[in-house]
């Protein structure tokens, strides 16, 4: 299946032009959307007393419809609940039509321990909070404990963002139709869902790619094409030499995290760079990862004319302050220097907050021409330090704010979290959903700055960088899974990268 999400109205577009193209029918859509909902119903639930179907007054409720004849076609004891009756002439109307069972008002809804709900009121036409009959039907299923299998999205939930407007379904099964929403990925959506079905209803992929869809699950297919494996003749520095930053003698942890990630990550060289002061510490716990004394910007540009690296890794452990933005608006000056051009700079922690004043000379530096790719990590605090109106902005998604953070800093933006969603300025987007929250542990940032840039140096476009770290990061510590603390990140990086290693062999060979 595609990674391709499609926002709601994307979804209408797509309906509108797979009828327009033919062969289906909206009818024929909507038939196969209730079918694939019976479907799932009846493999779940075969010995459910009944099922209680709320149809609303548009398209979802005329899947509704749809799945109650169906269900009774089988012999199941079905009801109908409506809330409103479909527009004459409508697909609902007629599939309304269609259904033998005779739908009672919403407003009188009563379902008893043992039955099922189908939620089929709203879909990807929430325009509003439930209305009082329908909040009233979340209520009575919730203190029912009824299992919900909702149409397409829980009624309630919003398919371009998640958020939920008001009382919602929380649902045991969903089951949507030819691509996923966002808002089965971002939360609390993704956890109102529950299991999600992904149902085939006869529009192609070929409608789908007219859409030019700018959105993804973030999954391996969008960069495995692009995940590095060494040739056959790489040695160490062609497999790219990323530079970590470490901070003062009590703060040296984090860069060597980084550091070790990257490294784990297939960078051939890693050198952490070291204030004087904390040489010796670092010394101590250094083995395979290089130490090099950095105290100025001349002390960084002289490491990066002698030592080539590629990309960097600023902020972990750093502090906060003009230091901070020196060395960061040095590293990306790089472009503009004949000598020793870096292709990447991951700012994450006191990097980010350091701008928190001046965050416009960041997004200027990072968009002169040849600047390196700057990759911006931020958590959900460190996102409202640099971007404080879009954060703010009530109106906005968890995507909607990446993207008009990326399109405004000219950088990657890695907005973290459960739900960490990856843009890029060009307008791209994906929605991660594998992580857990066991990776909710102090330095597992650290260790996705150090993939990330372990990945930039082996020469991975900026965008499939981060999303293959991102990604790779949340694996790795869902698999792990209690107990996780960031030092078991580097090391347990390494099924997830032994598996793709060869899956991107096949994808070569094949
Ligand atoms: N098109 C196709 O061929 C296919 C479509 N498919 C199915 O169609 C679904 C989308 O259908 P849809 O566009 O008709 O929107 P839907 O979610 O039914 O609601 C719209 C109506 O509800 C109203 N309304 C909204 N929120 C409300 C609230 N809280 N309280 C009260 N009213 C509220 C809203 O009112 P308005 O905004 O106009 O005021 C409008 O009248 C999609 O999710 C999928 O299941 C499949 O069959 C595959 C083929
Ligand atoms: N509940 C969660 N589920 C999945 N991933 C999570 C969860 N909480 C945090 N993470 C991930 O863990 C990492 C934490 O990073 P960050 O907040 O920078 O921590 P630190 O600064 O301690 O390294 C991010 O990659 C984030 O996406
Ligand atoms: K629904």
Same mark, same amino acid.
Not at 94 to 111: G, K
């Given at each position: ?8 109205a ?19 859509l ?10 799932v ?13 709320l ?32 527009k ?20 009188e ?5 043992? &039955?099922?709900?189908?939620? #089929?009121?709203? $879909? /990807? @036409?929430?325009?509003?909070?439930l !209305?009082?009959?329908? %909040?009233?039907? =979340? ?48 939360l ?69 995290? &980084?550091a070790?990630?990257? #490294?784990?990550? $297939? /960078? @051939?060289?890693?050198?952490?760079? !070291?204030?004087?002061? %904390?040489?010796? =510490? ?43 933005r ?5 590293v990306?000056a ?14 994450d ?56 953070? #990326?399109?405004?800093?000219g ?17 791209r ?13 102090a ?8 993939i ?59």
């Amino acid at each position: 299946m595609s990674s391709e999400l499609l926002s709601p109205a994307e979804m209408t577009e797509a309906d509108r032009l797979a009828i327009a193209t033919g062969p289906l029918a909206g009818i024929d859509l909507m038939r196969n959307a209730g079918a694939a909902v019976s479907a799932v119903v009846l493999a779940h639930f075969p010995v459910a007393s009944r099922v209680h179907v709320l149809c609303g007054p548009g398209n979802n409720g005329g899947d509704g419809y749809v799945v109650a004849r169906i269900l009774r076609d089988s012999a199941v004891d079905v009801a109908v609940w409506a809330s409103g009756s479909p527009k004459a002439g409508s697909d609902a109307a007629l599939a309304a039509s269609e259904c033998p069972v005779r739908p009672r008002p919403l407003s009188e809804f009563v379902a008893e321990t043992g &039955s099922i709900v189908v939620d #089929a009121l709203y $879909g /990807a @036409g929430l325009s509003k909070p439930l !209305s009082g009959d329908a %909040a009233r039907a =979340v209520e009575v299923a919730t203190e029912l404990s009824l299992p919900v299998v909702a149409v397409d999205l829980p009624s309630g939930v919003s398919g371009e963002s998640g958020q939920s407007l008001g009382q919602a379904f929380r649902a045991r099964i969903t089951v949507t139709f030819a691509r996923k929403k966002p808002g089965h990925l971002l939360l609390p959506g993704r956890e109102m869902c529950g299991e999600l079905v992904l149902a085939d209803i006869g529009i192609g992929d070929g409608i789908v790619a007219q859409l030019e869809p700018r959105t993804f699950e973030n999954t391996p297919p969008l960069w495995i094409g692009n995940f590095p494996v060494p040739a056959v003749d790489a040695h160490k520095y062609r497999r790219g030499h990323v530079g970590v930053f470490s901070g003062g003698p009590s703060a040296t942890g984090a860069a060597r995290l &980084s550091a070790l990630a990257a #490294a784990r990550s $297939g /960078a @051939g060289a890693v050198t952490v760079l !070291s204030p004087a002061n %904390a040489m010796q =510490v670092n010394a101590a716990h250094l083995t395979s990862i290089m130490l090099h004394k950095s105290d100025s910007v001349a002390d960084v540009q002289e490491f990066i004319g002698r030592r080539r690296p590629s990309a960097f890794v600023l902020g972990p452990g750093f502090g906060v302050g003009e230091k901070t933005r020196d060395f960061a608006l040095g590293v990306l000056a790089t472009g503009q220097r004949p000598d020793g051009r870096v292709d990447g700079l991951v700012l994450d922690a006191d990097g980010i907050t350091s701008f928190r004043d001046a965050p416009n000379v960041l997004f200027e530096a990072a968009r002169r021409p040849n600047a390196p790719a700057l990759v911006l990590t931020p958590h959900e605090g460190e996102f409202a330090r640099l971007f404080p109106d879009i954060a703010g902005d009530t109106n906005l998604s968890k995507l909607a704010k990446a993207r008009t953070a #990326a399109e405004r800093a000219g950088a990657i933006v890695v907005y973290k979290g459960a739900d960490t969603v990856i843009a890029a300025p060009d307008g791209r987007a994906a929605i991660n959903g594998n992580g857990a929250p066991w990776l909710a542990t102090a330095g597992s940032g650290d260790v996705l700055s150090g993939i990330i840039a372990g990945f930039l140096a082996q020469g991975m476009p900026a965008f499939e960088a981060a999303c293959a770290a991102v990604w790779i990061h949340a694996e790795a510590g869902s698999r792990f899974g209690p107990g996780l603390i960031a030092e078991d990140l580097p090391l347990a990086l390494l099924p997830v990268l032994r598996q793709l290693a060869e899956r991107r062999n096949e994808v070569t060979a094949g």
